[in-house]
């Protein structure tokens, strides 16, 4: 009887351990894109059978046999009572304490486990291999053809540049802008040039197109079909809805209706977490 009583409760306890374990792998991976959910759920369930067969393995060792105990002798003359003594019930508090035990060994085991840049890019991509992305309020502090027109010289924000050089290293980056003239376009690329864009990256100046409307960027996008398109220009982005796979739209104010496959960011660096 008690050996069932401790294998039921051994196997309450593996339950609640991979349930819970579930649930944080889907929260640290938790990345806003369709596939999410899945990765987490599955990447959860991995780790948790794993946890699951070691713990079975080192509690199915053999275990060491109980002496007999010898029947006391009876006695007319000695009789022990305990009048006061009170049963508790022990499942409510075993309970408990197991499912801290399960919570303190999982959180333990996840302070340990700090996702790289590298890590989050890939997963927060959905392993897309090719990306479109605009230069102006993306990439260049610049925020429109007119202001980077009037500057002497373009500027790359510093904080997103971490990120791209980490999406270039495994996808092929396409960016373009919308351009007033040939001086603007000198402009931009003397600024990804001494940002080391093109020495620390995989980029490389050909890949950085330009065009003088709107039009044209969206048709560089459809004629590059990329796994994901990054832009600041909510008309582009709609156009682009139905041909692009997954669209990430910079803007500080999230929009109210927008398509299942398009999400949005106030910056690429906080899509990333990587500020």
Known sequence: MATETSKDELLQLVKRFSAYLTV?????????????????????LAVAIVFTW?????????????PKRQAPTTSSSVVT????????????????SEDL?????????????????????????????????????????????EELQKQSQATVRSSVLEVLLEITKFCDVYLMERVLDDE????????LENAGVFTSGGLV????????????????????EPDWHIDTNPEVIFQLARFIKYQLHISPIRPERTA???LSSPSLEQFFGST
């Open 101 to 145: 035990r399960v919570q303190n060994v999982v959180d333990e085991f996840f302070q340990t486990v700090t996702p790289s840049l590298g890590q989050i890019v890939r997963q927060k991509l959905s392993e897309g291999r090719k990306v479109t992305c605009r230069l102006l309020g993306v990439i260049l502090e610049e925020s429109s053809p």
């Open 24 to 44: 944080k792998m889907s929260n640290l991976f938790s990345f806003n894109t369709p596939d999410s959910r899945s990765v987490g759920a599955a990447a959860g």
């Open 260 to 262: 299942a496959n398009v």
């Open 54 to 66: 070691r713990w079975l393995r080192s509690n199915s060792g053999p275990q060491r046999r109980q």
């Open 81 to 96: 009572t305990q009048p006061n003594a009170v049963s508790v019930p022990s499942g409510g508090v075993c309970s408990s």
């Open 205 to 224: 100046k050909d890949k950085v197109l330009f065009c003088s409307t709107e039009t044209g960027r969206s048709s560089f996008v459809r004629q590059l």
């Open 184 to 191: 603007s376009e000198q402009k931009a690329l003397a600024a």
